[in-house]
Every structure is written in C-alpha cells, then in structure tokens.
C-alpha cells in the first residue's frame, strides 16, 4: 500500500492517543513493528503562539520516523497557518483530526465536531492541502451521530480536494467508544472513494485484519491494543507473543524513555498508566499493580518490577501471558 508517498508491506500503523503515544510507545511500537506513528493531536492554537506544551510534543529522537503530525482546530486559516509550520520540522504528513469527541475539543468546533459543518470542514482540509507540499490524511468517525452519517459524503469531497489518504474510525460521536465500529460504512467508502482508507477501531487480533481488509481497509490503525502491548504489531504480523523476558525489557525501556521525556518524577507517574496493562494476564498483577502505583522513584520502580518478573517466572517457568485487552 502507497500512502503520504511512502510504501507499507503490513500497513500496521499506530493510532494517535493523547495522554499515550509520545514517542517513547511510539519507539517501542515501531521496533515490534508499527509501520507509521502519528503524533497525539496538537493544537493548531497552540502552535501557532508557539507555547510549551506544543513544542513538547513536537520534540521526539530522529529515529521516530516515519512521522505524521496530527493537528485540531476550529478555523481552516489557523489550520493552515500551523500546517505550514510543521512542514519544516521533519514528518511525512499532516493529519487533521475531524474525530475526536472529547467535550472541551468539540465545544471549540474542532475534532469530530467539524463533522456537523461540511462546508467548514471541506474549507479546513482544502486550506491546508493547499499551504503545504506535505501529504494530507483526515481523520473522522462515520458521523456526528446515526441521523448524520456523513462520512462517505465527505470523503468523497476531501477527494476532489487533494486528501492524500482517508483514516476512518467508524463510531459516531454519539457513541464516543462505546458498542461496535460501524464497518459498513467503511465498505461503502471503499466503494465510492478512490483514496485508500485506513480502519481504526477495536483492530486486537490478525482475524480483525482479514476481516477489515475484505471489507477493503488499505491498512489499519491499533490504538488502544497497543497500550502496554507494544508487540501486538508482531503478533498482527504472524510473530509470536512477547516472552516474560521481553516484556520486563519493553517496562523498563519504556519507564527510562519516559523519564527522559519528562523527567524523573513525572516519568514514573506518566508509567502508571501503563504499567496495569503491561501486566495484564500475569501472575500476581492484581497485587503488583497497586503497589507499583506508590513507588516515585524510578530506581526503587525498577527494582520491584524486576523483582515482580522473577516472581512469576519462579512461580511458572513456561507460562506466557494470554493475549489481553487493555481497555481504555
Ligand atoms: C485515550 C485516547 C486518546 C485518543 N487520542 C486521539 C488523538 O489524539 N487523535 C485522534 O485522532 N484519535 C485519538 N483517539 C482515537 C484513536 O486514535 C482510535 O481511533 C480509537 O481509539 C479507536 O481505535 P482503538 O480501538 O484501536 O483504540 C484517542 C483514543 C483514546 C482512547
């Protein structure tokens, strides 16, 4: 599959999840085999006043590469004006986020909010694909709510106006994360659009990828399968499942790259939020979890998350974890 001019075997791509994949999970994921990262959503706003948190998130190794930088906002002209800025910082596209359907994003008229104005959303991705030399991807859901269902409507249109490729997360904003992905409306996309389409929602197991791509997804977005599951890329690809020893590895190059990016204290603090699925399946986790949520000091977190994993490894040698859901 050829998408933002660059060539994918699996077309296994890590979906964007704020609060989750700065580049730390997005290293991880890409070493088990994440083709493509996207940044999490970054302001348009706050890009273009340049303020910290943006540049924050910005800021990532030059081995997290290929990059698309995700961007929201309300006005096609600010979009725009921050579409241009990315340009020079080095990543492979541009994605506009016409999904999420978090309150305080779709109060402003950004994210999935943008789905219930056509005509501003069409101006949005026009105003960029035109400031920019750099591939453009919109990603939606399949409609505001069930009497809405404009998604094919509008991929249609973002077509016409130069989209590169399509990312659909087929829930409406009404059902937020709630029941199943509505992949209808994925197929009937395929069908009317020439873009390629890449399906986001609930992807866990390679049976969800052959069923998705009869439905004719070009390639498919893991989001929060991959929380504290880096190696379900090599799972979706045929490899195996991750040994007790590269999972312990995995924890512990995860706690010491976040504690880089964010230093030590809010380091191990942003790994609590990890730590409960990276441990899902295991033996003791349930006592491990909670204790491992006091520790503030990533030496002392180190020490007990190796002394956890000797735990289970003597309690049982050849037991593997079970393919878990994190959940959200
Ligand atoms: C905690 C969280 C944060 C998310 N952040 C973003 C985001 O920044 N941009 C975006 O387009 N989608 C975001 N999403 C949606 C995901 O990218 C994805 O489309 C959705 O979770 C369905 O896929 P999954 O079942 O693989 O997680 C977020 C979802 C969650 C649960």
Same mark, same amino acid.
């Given at each position: 599959?050829?998408?933002?001019?660059?060539?994918?075997?699996?077309?296994?791509?890590?979906?964007?999840?704020?609060?989750?994949?700065?580049?730390?999970?997005?290293?991880?994921?890409? +070493?088990?085999?994440?083709?493509?990262?996207?940044? +999490?959503?970054?302001? !348009? !706003?706050?890009?273009?006043?340049?303020?910290?948190?943006? !540049?924050?998130?910005?800021?990532?190794?030059?081995?997290?590469?290929?990059?698309?930088?995700?961007?929201?906002?309300? *006005?096609?002209? &600010?979009?725009?004006?921050?579409?241009?800025?990315?340009?020079?910082?080095?990543?492979?596209?541009?994605?506009?986020?016409?999904?999420?359907?978090?309150? @305080?994003?779709?109060?402003?008229?950004?994210?999935?909010?943008?789905?219930?104005?056509? +005509?501003?959303?069409?101006?949005?991705?026009?105003?960029?694909?035109?400031?920019? @030399?750099?591939?453009?991807? /919109?990603?939606?859901?399949?409609?505001?709510?069930?009497?809405?269902?404009?998604?094919?409507?509008?991929?249609? !249109?973002?077509?016409?106006?130069?989209?590169?490729?399509?990312?659909?997360?087929?829930?409406?904003?009404?059902?937020?994360?709630?029941?199943?992905?509505?992949?209808?409306?994925?197929?009937?996309? @395929?069908?009317?659009?020439?873009?390629?389409?890449?399906?986001?929602? #609930?992807?866990?197991?390679?049976?969800?990828?052959?069923?998705? *791509?009869?439905?004719?997804?070009?390639?498919?977005? /893991?989001?929060?399968?991959?929380?504290?599951?880096?190696?379900?890329?090599? &799972?979706?690809?045929?490899?195996?499942?991750?040994?007790?020893? &590269?999972?312990?590895?995995?924890? $512990?190059?995860?706690?010491?790259?976040?504690?880089?990016?964010?230093?030590?204290?809010?380091?191990?603090?942003?790994?609590?939020?990890?730590?409960?699925?990276?441990?899902?399946? $295991?033996?003791?986790?349930?006592?491990?979890?909670?204790?491992?949520?006091?520790?503030? #000091?990533?030496?002392?977190?180190?020490?007990?998350?190796? &002394?956890?994993?000797?735990? /289970?490894?003597?309690?049982?040698?050849? *037991? +593997?974890?079970?393919?878990?859901?994190?959940?959200?």
């Amino acid at each position: 599959m050829r998408a933002y001019n660059l060539d994918f075997t699996s077309g296994l791509f890590l979906a964007p999840l704020s609060g989750y994949t700065s580049w730390p999970m997005r290293m991880l994921c890409r +070493e088990y085999g994440a083709e493509l990262a996207y940044t +999490e959503m970054i302001s !348009a !706003a706050g890009l273009t006043r340049n303020t910290m948190n943006t !540049a924050k998130i910005l800021h990532r190794p030059a081995c997290d590469t290929p990059l698309i930088a995700q961007i929201f906002s309300a *006005s096609p002209e &600010e979009a725009s004006l921050a579409a241009r800025m990315i340009e020079d910082q080095g990543f492979a596209g541009i994605d506009i986020n016409m999904g999420c359907p978090v309150k @305080k994003i779709v109060s402003r008229g950004a994210g999935s909010a943008l789905m219930t104005d056509p +005509e501003r959303a069409c101006a949005m991705a026009e105003a960029v694909v035109k400031s920019v @030399k750099l591939p453009v991807s /919109v990603k939606m859901r399949s409609g505001w709510d069930t009497s809405t269902l404009n998604a094919v409507e509008l991929a249609q !249109a973002f077509e016409k106006i130069g989209v590169d490729i399509l990312i659909l997360h087929p829930r409406t904003r009404a059902d937020m994360y709630r029941g199943s992905p509505r992949w209808e409306v994925l197929r009937e996309m @395929k069908q009317t659009v020439g873009l390629p389409v890449v399906a986001s929602g #609930d992807i866990r197991t390679a049976s969800d990828l052959a069923a998705l *791509s009869e439905l004719g997804a070009d390639a498919f977005m /893991v989001g929060r399968g991959a929380v504290g599951r880096p190696w379900i890329f090599r &799972e979706l690809s045929g490899g195996p499942a991750a040994t007790l020893a &590269e999972r312990k590895e995995t924890i $512990l190059r995860h706690l010491d790259m976040l504690c880089s990016l964010l230093g030590k204290t809010r380091g191990v603090r942003h790994m609590r939020k990890f730590i409960s699925s990276y441990v899902k399946g $295991l033996h003791g986790a349930s006592h491990f979890r909670p204790l491992a949520c006091t520790i503030d #000091d990533p030496e002392q977190l180190k020490k007990s998350i190796c &002394e956890y994993f000797a735990g /289970v490894e003597a309690l049982d040698p050849d *037991s +593997e974890p079970s393919p878990a859901d994190p959940g959200e």
